[in-house]
């Protein structure tokens, strides 16, 4: 009788924690199986909205460009686009000439030091003489007074107004932007400059163009408060060149882009030292690898028994 009911408990207590097992084992499962659900649906959601994120902004950039009354500039063959392609520095001595004889009188270039000059369009000599025909205000002195003194290499290019006040008032409220580093700073680069010095024009019927400001497509709204400034033979170019608008446009772009990136021919130099380099270490790492360590990889290494 008591070897009969130690059987039974047994048996029973055996199947409580087979059962209780079973529980636990379905609990964790479900538990598991509910995660990795909801994991899914977290990534979901994530993706869908970053997804919906990128296409609202897609389409509000497209809205922008499409609302917009401007032309886009035609993209022009550059002598400094291609890859390897050095600034033409001869179009960037006229570009400074078009910048002094015309730009200057309403755009500063405040970042750009006569220093900057040397090497790039003038020599040492020719950039000190350039800088010596401005009067910079100095001092104090001993007595405590300021002075005037011809200009330096060290010295920026000189501001037409003393502040922008005196900009906007000049200019019937509008302000000249500063063209230190304007062909980064617009949609287009340099063929945006060209396009617009050099796209003037009669406004179209339906088009009221405020007095004191001029029509020009490739500005955004059409009307702009410059005036066209660049005619052919407006400034006779030292070298000889024939000074039409077209020559004058394009050698002021270039020189912009010169200043607004003047590493542009130190970073192609760089780009290809740095092809050499990595063309040679290419080529050294396929020799050792196919010369020295395949050998090391393919060896077969036999442990033969001592007789």
């Excluded at 960037?92 to 900057?116: D, L, P, T, W």
């Excluded at 680069?189 to 163009?209: K, N, Q, R, S």
């Excluded at 030292?273 to 077969?300: D, E, N, P, Q, V």
Aim: positive net charge; charged residues 20%; proline residues 5%.
């Amino acid at each position: 009788m008591a070897a009969n009911l130690g059987r039974i408990c047994g048996t029973n207590l055996l199947k409580a924690n087979v059962n209780l097992t079973s529980l636990q084992q379905v609990s964790n499962f479900s538990t598991a199986k509910q995660w990795t659900s909801n994991q899914k649906k977290l990534f979901a959601a994530v993706g869908a909205g970053i997804g919906g994120l990128g296409t609202l902004l897609f389409a509000m950039e497209q809205t922008v460009k499409a609302s917009g009354t401007e032309v886009h500039p035609t993209k022009w063959p550059w002598s400094h686009s291609g890859i390897f392609s050095s600034l033409d520095h001869s179009s960037m001595r006229r570009g400074y000439e078009v910048y002094k004889q015309v730009c200057a009188a309403c755009h500063s270039m405040r970042f750009i030091a006569y220093r900057n000059l040397v090497g790039v369009t003038h020599t040492e000599a020719e950039a000190k003489a350039e800088a010596e025909q401005i009067m910079v205000t100095d001092g104090p002195d001993d007595s405590g007074a300021m002075y005037q003194r011809p200009g330096k290499l060290s010295d920026y290019f000189p501001s037409p107004y003393p502040n922008e006040e005196a900009a906007r008032a000049a200019n019937n409220g509008a302000y000249p932007p500063d063209l230190s580093y304007i062909v980064s700073a617009r949609h287009g680069g340099e063929d945006y400059i060209f396009a617009l010095l050099t796209g003037y024009c009669e406004a179209p019927a339906g088009v009221i163009i405020r007095e004191g400001q001029y029509f020009n497509p490739y500005f955004p709204g059409g009307a702009i408060s410059m005036a066209q400034v660049l005619y052919n033979e407006v400034i006779e170019y030292e070298d000889g060149t024939p000074a039409t608008a077209s020559q004058l446009a394009k050698d002021v772009a270039t020189f912009l882009k010169w200043t607004s990136e003047p590493e542009h021919d130190q970073r192609k130099r760089m780009l290809i030292k740095a092809i050499g380099i990595f063309a040679f270490l290419t080529a050294i790492s396929y020799y050792i690898k196919r010369h020295k360590w395949s050998a090391l990889k393919s060896r077969k290494i036999v442990f033969a028994p001592k007789k």
